[in-house]
């Protein structure tokens, strides 16, 4: 008995270690799950964005070139006018008199021409055969001629009278969209020398957006178009986007119509001026939307969700998982971001696996077990 006692004595210590053992077992944590995404080498566009106001393919101030009382609107405001559709009517009656004073002229000019006329004729068969003298012919000759003048004066002025008869009548110079009048039924307009501007017309079947580049970016730009002897970005073809002020794209791109000849000193920026179509009148004067440029492509570029990347004073990190499933932490060199992707320039390799989500749960030389990551929902920058 006495034997037994001292032989369980001395098996519980190994009892207890091998317990210990299992127990431990037990307690040791899986490794973390943890999202990642698989760089790959690729043709990466890189793009610049500018601000950028848009106006129509022409706005067309109307303005009276009479003075006047405004008598009349015949259009309704923010619809849209053909060429042609009588706008405004400005009070008639003083133009009117003044074109029948003028009328009255050339009535007055016409029977003295034909008095004079009348004259020459009897006169110039009697001085043929010297029955009168040749300074009668001369007078006669010279009555008519000046009466032949005078009569196309008359004409001169009253078509310029009817002319200004007919600024009375305002009509819309193109095809477009109307504003908003800034005069009323009453309003004199029409005053030198700040005739007041009553309405604009902008034609908007296609816009201009006009925007500033700086010298930096256009010589950016210019270079990597020569390097690559693609054709200067006045002659390209639609290739540029455009934002609208609520973040969706317009689906039609627009074409660069030309470049200013000069850099403003002042500023330092360049005017350039875009053209896009604009069927469905989507767009209208006086939006501002953001300009899309692709500035150049970076050859064999990797890509990896922003949320991948940590910095940390400057420097940035992510975590690699290796074919052991082994983290390893890595210093990268980031470019400029796309959308909500980061442009790896330095320290990524294509097919390596970068931690996506988990990275709270990992840290250096620590095991996990990698799913791969939602490609789509990274790039929107969505979990």
């Known amino acids: 008995m006495r034997l037994k006692l001292i032989g369980l004595i001395v098996c ?14 037990k ?11 698989e760089t790959v080498a690729q043709d990466v566009p890189l793009y610049l964005e500018f601000v950028g106001e848009v ?34 009517t400005l009070e008639s009656q003083p133009f009117e008199e003044k074109v029948a004073a003028r009328q009255s002229a050339v009535a007055e000019q016409e029977t003295m021409l034909a008095k004079t006329k009348g004259d020459l004729e009897r006169i110039r068969p009697l001085a043929d055969i010297n029955a009168v003298s040749k300074s009668d012919l001369d007078q006669a000759v010279a009555a008519y001629e000046a ?6 004066a008359a004409k001169a002025n009253l078509r310029a009278a009817k002319i200004q008869l007919s600024y009375t009548k305002i009509k819309s110079p193109i095809n477009g969209i109307i504003g908003r009048t800034k005069a009323k039924v009453g309003d004199f307009v029409g005053k ?3 005739p007041v501007i009553l309405n604009t017309v902008s034609r908007v079947d296609t816009v201009l957006v006009t925007f500033f580049i700086t010298e930096t970016q256009y010589l950016t730009v210019a270079r990597y178009l020569a390097k690559e002897e693609q054709a200067p970005l006045e002659d390209r073809e639609a290739n540029l986007e455009l934002i609208l002020i609520d973040g969706s794209v317009y689906e039609h791109r627009g074409r660069t119509d030309f470049i200013n000849r000069e850099v403003d000193s002042t500023t330092g920026a360049m005017l350039i001026q875009a053209s896009f179509p604009n069927p469905e009148k989507l767009l209208r ?29 400057g420097l940035y990190n992510v975590y690699v998982v290796d074919a052991e499933n082994k983290v390893t932490i890595r210093e990268v060199t980031v470019g400029p971001t796309v959308d909500s992707l980061w442009l790896i ?39």
């Not at 519980?12 to 077992?25: N, Q, S």
């Not at 307690?27 to 995404?37: D, N, Q, R």
Request: with cysteine.
């Open 12 to 25: 519980l210590p190994f009892l207890w270690v091998a317990c210990g053992e299992k127990t431990a077992e």
């Open 27 to 37: 307690a040791a944590p899986p490794p973390p799950e943890v999202s990642v995404v």
């Open 345 to 383: 320039t330095k320290g990524l390799k294509p097919g390596e696996k970068v931690i996506y989500e988990g990275l709270q749960k990992v840290k250096d030389g620590a095991t996990v077990k990698p799913t791969p990551a939602d490609m789509n929902a990274a790039k929107q920058g969505k979990k």
């Open 285 to 313: 004067p006086g939006q501002f939307a953001r300009v899309k440029l692709a500035a150049q492509v970076v050859k064999g570029g990797i890509l990896i969700p922003q949320r991948c990347v940590m910095e940390l004073q």
């Open 55 to 88: 106006a129509g393919m022409k706005d067309i101030a109307i303005r009276a070139r009479v003075e006047g009382f405004l008598e009349g609107l015949h259009f309704k405001e923010g619809s849209e006018v053909k060429q042609g559709d009588p706008l405004y």
């Open 192 to 194: 030198d020398p700040n």
């Open 147 to 152: 009466n032949l003048s005078s009569l196309e």
